[in-house]
């Protein structure tokens, strides 16, 4: 068991932020992390393993077994490697961070809410849980408890629940759902206006699992498109996992639609879709959500994924300094690459919350941690990370013009098996090439 948490009511300013720490330090801060920051370290008095105090337990809570589990795998590690790092610069003021995991399963809410109870039992000094259920049922644990908790569950309806009830250390460390649709439209009618991608008649086919995430991004699509004169000729939802899509396809077949919208997030869904797809394809520009992020749809899908586009809220830049030397420790510790989006995400949130606990008087001021949080601007691999009383991420540039700001939300084609960053700038890494069931 951890030590008794401390709720102190501190409220932090960015002046005071930077007065208190002085430019060299907060440079280092927004840069992620400086050696030496976390723990007052010393070169003649810390070991390499880290700091030797009372260890800091935080709780990660990872769907580490289920349909989802390859994806939990790159939370994981991305976790175990932010702290491992934070623990080789002497941890928090000289106290290792040692993670305690809990198995999320097939996330439903008696499994979520018992795990949380856990965590609070053990006065945990903060929580990851990447994803959440969509009716909030675990998180009044943890908000009345104030523990920090810190999620990527991409959903607008966590984000108003927290600020409805008033607990403002429950942090979605990404943008919401509600702007995959704007993202996709932006670029669609880039492509279109340059004449790269040319319409037949301006029809859309939107697949979506029923899940409240999936359903949301798909529906809000449906409505942006509809008002600017589209046509949605099929709109088919399904129960995830999905493996068998012989009866969607057919129907798309028929329609032969301009457009392919599909929303889902489970890597073997979307995989197990476009190599059906690829058997025989229609003339439709093929749009995936964020699935494609995660290394095993890649090798799932393998050669039917090119030419998909697909995107992610939240994702990791390799190129760099910050993502280059990520993807190098990452690929040391593992022996694997990481994928586009949660190894990174988790590996920043860590990293976070520790800058922010080590400015507070301890990682257990709960309050204190929390108004840090809010106020600090993190610049990690997956991006700026401005959390602020909004209590999430802000994309650019749909909602931040400033990109040290607001967090890039990404689209990617794959080409050749690699992932293709083609908007927005000035992140992109190549351009749109049409896919070959277009050509």
Not at 214 to 225: G, L, N, Q, W, Y
Not at 423 to 431: A, I, Q, W
Request: proline share 6%.
């Amino acid at each position: 068991m951890t030590d008794e948490p401390t709720r102190r009511p501190v409220r932090v300013t960015r002046r005071q932020l930077v007065a208190g720490m002085g430019s060299a330090t907060f440079g280092g801060l927004l840069a992620g992390g400086a050696a030496g920051f976390f723990g007052g370290r010393s070169d003649q008095n810390a070991e390499a393993s880290g700091g030797t105090g009372k260890p800091i337990t935080v709780g990660a809570l990872l769907p580490v077994t289920g349909a989802a589990a390859g994806d939990a795998q790159e939370q994981l590690r991305g976790l175990k490697l932010g702290a491992k790092q934070i623990n080789e610069a002497g941890g928090i003021g000289g106290r290792p961070i040692e993670i305690q995991v809990q198995d999320a399963r097939d996330q439903t809410p008696g499994v979520m809410k018992a795990a949380m109870l856990k965590f609070v039992g053990d006065r945990v000094a903060a929580i990851f849980s990447p994803f959440l259920t969509y009716t909030n049922t675990e998180t009044p644990v943890v908000g009345k408890a104030g523990i920090p908790l810190f999620h990527i569950n991409t959903f607008q309806g966590n984000v108003d629940w927290a600020k409805k009830n008033g607990y403002d250390s429950i942090f979605q460390c990404c943008p919401s759902e509600t702007w995959y649709a704007t993202g996709f439209r932006s670029v669609m009618d880039a492509l279109i206006a340059s004449g790269r991608f040319q319409p037949r008649n301006r029809t859309a086919a939107i697949v979506t699992g029923n899940d409240a995430y999936s359903a949301s991004v798909a529906s809000t699509f449906r409505k942006d498109i509809e008002k600017a004169g589209w046509k949605v000729v099929q709109y088919d939802t399904y129960t995830a996992p999905q493996a068998d899509w012989g009866g969607v396809l057919a129907r798309i077949r028929s329609k032969d639609p301009d457009v392919i919208f599909q929303s889902d997030y489970l890597p073997g869904d979307e995989a197990s879709f476009i190599k059906q797809f690829a058997q025989g394809p229609t003339r439709s520009l093929v749009y995936q959500l964020y699935a494609p992020s995660v290394p095993e749809y890649l090798e799932l899908a393998g050669k039917a994924g090119n030419g998909v586009m697909w995107a992610t809220t939240t994702g990791t830049m390799f190129e760099d300094d910050l993502g280059t030397r990520f993807f190098d420790d990452y690929r040391r510790a593992y022996g694997e690459d990481p994928g586009r989006s949660n190894a990174g995400a988790n590996y920043d949130m860590i990293r976070l919350w520790a800058q922010a606990a080590a400015l507070a008087s301890s990682p257990f001021a709960y309050e204190e941690v929390a108004a840090n949080v809010r106020t600090q601007v993190f610049r990690g691999v997956n991006g700026a990370y401005v959390l602020g009383e909004q209590l999430t991420c802000l994309p650019y540039p749909a909602a931040v013009r400033d990109p040290s700001l607001g967090m890039a939300l990404q689209t990617y084609q794959i080409q050749d098996g690699k992932q293709v960053r083609i908007s927005p700038d000035p992140y992109t890494t190549g351009e749109f090439q049409e896919p070959s069931w277009l050509a």
